[in-house]
Nanobody, 119 residues
């Protein structure tokens, strides 16, 4: 089991910045993949940024160059630094963790944090 607690969402004007945090209940060394997804009203949940296979990072094309994912292993925390925010970044942002155990992959989600970017 992995509990994920997000923080850092809020309301910001276009061009502004926010940093999201996701604290895991266990060592992130024991988590295979960890990152951020977002879901806007009426849309599917999409990957924003993630760590996979250790240190490899992945970003959605729409956020490349503006968002940066990072982590603090000692704090079991993953961050998402979001710069140059746009109104289309408005969504609920979810922290995600995937743990592989043999042939099974277990997915865990945080409760979500709202990010609203005003124009």
């Amino acid at each position: 089991q992995v509990q994920l607690v997000e923080s850092g969402g809020g309301l910001v004007q276009a061009g502004g910045s926010l940093r999201l945090s996701c604290a895991a209940s266990r060592s992130i060394f024991s988590i295979n993949d960890m990152g951020w997804y977002r879901q806007a009203p009426g849309k599917q949940r999409d990957m924003v940024a993630s760590f996979t296979s250790g240190d490899k990072t992945n970003y959605a094309d729409s956020v490349k160059g503006r968002f940066t994912i990072s982590r603090d292993n000692a704090k079991n925390t993953v961050y998402l630094q979001m710069n140059s925010l746009k109104p289309e970044d408005t969504a609920v942002y979810y922290c995600h963790a995937a743990v592989v155990n043999g042939a099974w992959t277990y997915d865990y989600w945080g409760q979500g944090t709202q990010v609203t970017v005003s124009s």
